[in-house]
């Protein structure tokens, strides 16, 4: 009986680690990218730690409108950005990527973009730095860890 309590116990975690729970085919993202001159670049990074925060206490972790991921990272600007031992330009390059479940917690955030303490200074700073925004791509392609490679 042991046995088969521990096979039935194992075989469930197994499928929660290979179901594809965290699939994100068919899910919603927003990415920014930014270059970034070197006089703004502290100020950067000191505006998004503040919006991690904001998003970490105020955005859905589960349910329609949850947010999967959110993350900002960061490069020097090469001038040849496949060739790592390019010259550098100077520049920061900046990238936001945030994934929800669809586009109502993309929606959901804008709406909560006025309750961000520090949005007038960080809607100021993007203003002055070159952006590409992607605000609502659909994801069709994806890598996830449990799920192996999923594409439409």
């Known amino acids: ?18 179901s594809g729970e965290h699939d994100t085919i068919d899910h919603h993202a927003l990415t920014f ?50 060739d790592f031992n390019s010259k550098k330009t100077g520049n920061v390059i900046f990238v936001l990527h945030e994934v929800y479940k669809n586009v109502d917690g993309i929606q959901d ?5 006025p309750e961000f303490k520090d949005w007038p200074k960080l809607e100021a700073w993007m203003n002055k730095v070159k952006m590409q925004k992607v605000a609502n791509g659909t994801i069709f392609n994806s890598l996830t860890w449990g799920s192996g490679v999923q594409g439409k």
């Open 1 to 18: 009986m042991k046995k088969l309590i521990t096979f039935f116990v194992s075989l469930l975690f197994a499928l929660n680690v290979f």
């Open 33 to 82: 990218t930014m270059v970034v001159p070197p006089e703004l670049v502290e100020e950067g990074y000191q505006l998004w730690m503040s919006h991690a925060k904001w998003m970490k206490s105020t955005h859905f972790k589960s349910g329609p409108k949850a947010l999967h991921y959110y993350e900002v990272s960061t490069m020097d600007e090469l001038s040849d950005p496949l």
């Open 109 to 113: 955030h804008f709406n909560r973009t």
